[in-house]
T-cell receptor, first 112, second 116 residues
């Protein structure tokens, strides 16, 4: 099976950089995804790492290290609108190919 | 503007009643997911369909929950009978899975279910 661990809450100030970590235990997966969810809204896709290394999309970057069973989402130049919950997710290999499992999410609060 | 559509957006029902939630996935997507979200458990996968076939419903309480895809444009999640502990937001998501090249899931706006 799969399990993903994330910190439950993170607080940072506007303009700062914050890193949200995700450690996982899984028997095999295609890649690590990150989703953002604002209060009352639906999760929306942010980034995907199929291979080890860093993927950059504007102010957001995501990193994966399969050997360390670890990934992170890096948010730079934080803005108030970045206050949301962030979820890491993996898509399983094997019998449930394509199955998408989420961590419990990290609530990011950005302060002025 | 392609999007996943869920109905109803809100549902309040009495314990013991049947609840049916509907989802229209994005045209051309071959996978559909049903998730339940609560503060305590986060996003729990209830069911997963690929090309309309159920591939994983291990997270779904089988005695009261059922999920189907009668055709490619409609997925349903049914609870019968409903219980107060079923109160949650239920999300449907769809995606296009082609090998390992695409992992993005597009979520609907959810159905907020309250069972009293």
């Amino acid at each position: 099976g799969q399990s993903l661990e994330q910190p439950s809450e993170v607080t940072a100030v506007e303009g700062a950089i914050v890193q949200i970590n995700c450690t996982y235990q899984t028997s095999g997966f295609y890649g690590l995804s990150w989703y953002q969810q604002h209060d009352g809204g639906a999760p929306t896709f942010l980034s995907y790492n199929a291979l080890d290394g860093l993927e950059e999309t504007g102010r957001f970057s995501s990193f994966l290290s399969r050997s360390d069973s670890y990934g992170y989402l890096l948010l730079q130049e934080l803005q108030m609108k970045d206050s949301a919950s962030y979820f890491c997710a993996v898509r399983a290999l094997g019998g449930s190919q394509g199955n998408l499992i989420f961590g419990k999410g990290t609530k990011l609060s950005v302060k002025p | 503007d392609a999007r996943v559509t869920q109905t109803p957006r809100h549902k309040v029902t009495e314990m013991g009643q049947e609840v049916t939630m509907r989802c229209q996935p994005i045209l051309g997507h071959n996978t559909v997911f049903w998730y339940r979200q609560t503060m305590m458990q986060g996003l729990e996968l209830l069911a997963y369909f690929r090309n309309r076939a159920p591939l994983d419903d291990s997270g779904m309480p089988k005695d009261r929950f059922s999920a189907e895809m009668p055709d490619a444009t409609l997925a349903t999640l049914k609870i019968q009978p409903s219980e107060p502990r079923d109160s949650a937001v239920y999300f449907c998501a769809s995606g296009l899975v082609v090998g390992s090249g695409d992992a993005e899931a597009f979520f609907g706006q959810g159905t907020r279910l309250t069972v009293v």
